[in-house]
């Protein structure tokens, strides 16, 4: 059962212009989101987080927007640059059954953005 | 940078054998978690230690054990290894328990390669 969905497993988007990850998830229960980017050969590094209080977090050019009731989320990035080009991951955490899932993140299949020059 | 280390950083071994993965946490950071990530799987959560305790398990074998030690790194042993056991492995820290919105860094994994 895939709790956290990334439906396209590619974006391509040119230079200077914006670029939109999404992300959709079906456990209520998560209360914390994530957003990280992944080179070949690295670990995930976190980009940006929002809780489930929020419907919007800003940092610099990424700007997360949270849709409880459609259980969605989204990254944006204005303006993309070749050097965004990466496997985005959505993460979501929460859901806590007596306390036993602590900070288990359950992650979406990524997806891989091609920023293009 | 993020802070979490983690040895070797390419592993390649034979089926039926036992490894053992190294991770250092963040300065300061308490829990550590390990994930595996395989072609067809994507990322999975396996385990996770809070200040030397277990505190969560997820997809993790039986043929597969960790722990915190009291300095705070923690190891993930694999042993009777198989094939589809190859993949990266991960290991993230952070701050607290888990149970508050927290984030998790990771360190850079371990390609583990089976043959």
């Known amino acids: 059962d895939q709790q956290v969905k990334q439906n396209s497993p590619s974006l391509s988007v040119q230079e200077g212009r914006i670029s939109i990850l999404n992300c959709d998830y079906t456990?209520?229960?998560?209360?914390?989101f994530l957003w990280y980017k992944k080179y070949p050969a690295e670990g995930p590094t976190f980009l940006i987080s929002?809780?489930?209080?929020?419907d919007k977090n800003e940092d610099g050019r990424f700007t997360v927007f949270l849709n409880k009731s459609a259980k969605h989320l989204s990254l944006h990035i204005v303006p993309s640059q070749p050097g965004d080009s990466a496997v985005y991951f959505c993460?979501?955490?929460?859901?806590?059954?007596?306390?036993?899932?602590?900070?288990?993140?359950?992650f979406g299949q990524g997806t891989i953005l091609t920023v293009h020059p | 940078d993020s802070g979490v280390t983690q040895t070797p950083k390419h592993l390649i071994t034979a089926t039926g054998q036992r490894v053992t993965l190294r991770c250092s946490p963040r300065?300061?950071?308490?829990?550590v978690y390990w994930y595996q990530q395989s072609l067809d799987q994507g990322l999975q959560f396996l385990i996770q230690?809070?200040?030397?305790?277990?505190?969560a398990k997820g997809n993790i074998l039986e043929r597969f054990s960790a722990q915190q030690f009291p300095d705070l790194h923690s190891e993930l042993n694999l042993s009777s290894l198989e094939l589809g056991d190859s993949a990266l492995y991960f290991c993230?820290?952070?701050?607290?328990?888990?149970?508050?919105?927290?984030?998790?860094?990771f360190g850079p994994g371990t390609r583990l390669l089976v043959l």
């Open positions: 929002i809780s489930s209080i929020k």
């Open positions: 456990n209520s229960m998560f209360d914390y």
């Open positions: 993460a979501a955490s929460g859901g806590f059954n007596g306390g036993t899932s602590y900070g288990k993140l359950t």
């Open positions: 993230a820290s952070s701050v607290g328990i888990g149970q508050g919105r927290e984030t998790q860094y």
């Open positions: 230690y809070y200040n030397g305790e277990e505190r």
């Open positions: 300065s300061g950071d308490l829990s």
